[in-house]
């Protein structure tokens, strides 16, 4: 593996990350169906830029969740994934009312960095309303640093969601 000077990248090279050799990609997409509601939207009734943001994370838990990750038992032992990247491409607005799809997968592990992917569609999928793609980093909670590894939980869980 290469080592990243994406100077834009708020993770730099460091001794105390692990660089492990396995790396997957899901080919399957995680469905996570929503509503445009009122609270959701400004005074013109288009769904507020950061609203789509809540929806990525509301999925990508969701997802953990459907394969046997539950955020907040990861949290009790002591792991946080945090957001360190967002890349977000808007390309038509929702409005209140509509409804949509937001499909996620991992589309990259390496050590113990996650990379997920994002599209949100209508629900007849003719639709593309947002792409994105954000990466994740484990955290030690106590310490407040990168982790060496993925807890092996993590770490299988999400392996076998690429099988």
Same mark, same amino acid.
């Given at each position: 593996?290469?080592?990243?000077?994406?100077?834009?990248?708020?993770?730099?090279?460091?001794?105390?990350?692990?660089?492990?050799?396995?790396?997957?990609?899901?080919?399957?997409?995680?469905?996570?169906?929503?509503?445009? =509601?009122?609270?959701?939207?400004?005074? &013109?009734?288009?769904?507020?830029?950061? /609203?789509?943001?809540?929806? #990525? *994370?509301?999925? $990508?838990?969701?997802?953990?969740?459907?394969?046997?990750?539950?955020?907040?038992?990861?949290?009790?032992?002591?792991?946080?994934?945090?957001?360190?990247?967002?890349?977000?491409? =808007?390309?038509?607005?929702?409005?209140? &009312?509509?409804?949509?799809?937001?499909? /996620?997968?991992?589309?990259? #592990? *390496?050590?113990? $960095?996650?990379?997920?992917?994002?599209?949100?569609?209508?629900?007849?999928?003719?639709?593309?309303?947002?792409?994105?793609?954000?990466?994740?980093?484990?955290?030690?909670?106590?310490?407040?640093?990168?982790?060496?590894?993925?807890?092996?939980?993590?770490?299988?869980?999400?392996?076998?969601?690429? *099988?």
């Amino acid at each position: 593996m290469s080592e990243n000077t994406d100077i834009r990248s708020p993770i730099h090279p460091d001794s105390a990350i692990e660089k492990l050799s396995y790396q997957a990609m899901s080919a399957n997409w995680f469905e996570y169906p929503i509503v445009v =509601y009122p609270h959701q939207t400004d005074y &013109g009734g288009i769904v507020w830029h950061g /609203t789509y943001l809540t929806w #990525m *994370e509301e999925a $990508r838990v969701a997802c953990l969740k459907s394969i046997g990750i539950d955020f907040a038992d990861l949290v009790a032992m002591g792991c946080d994934l945090p957001v360190v990247d967002v890349s977000i491409c =808007y390309r038509r607005a929702l409005k209140m &009312g509509e409804s949509a799809i937001v499909k /996620t997968r991992t589309i990259n #592990m *390496e050590g113990v $960095r996650i990379v997920w992917e994002y599209e949100i569609q209508s629900v007849d999928q003719e639709i593309t309303y947002l792409t994105g793609m954000v990466t994740l980093v484990a955290v030690d909670r106590e310490k407040g640093k990168i982790m060496r590894q993925l807890p092996n939980t993590v770490k299988d869980a999400l392996v076998k969601m690429w *099988e």
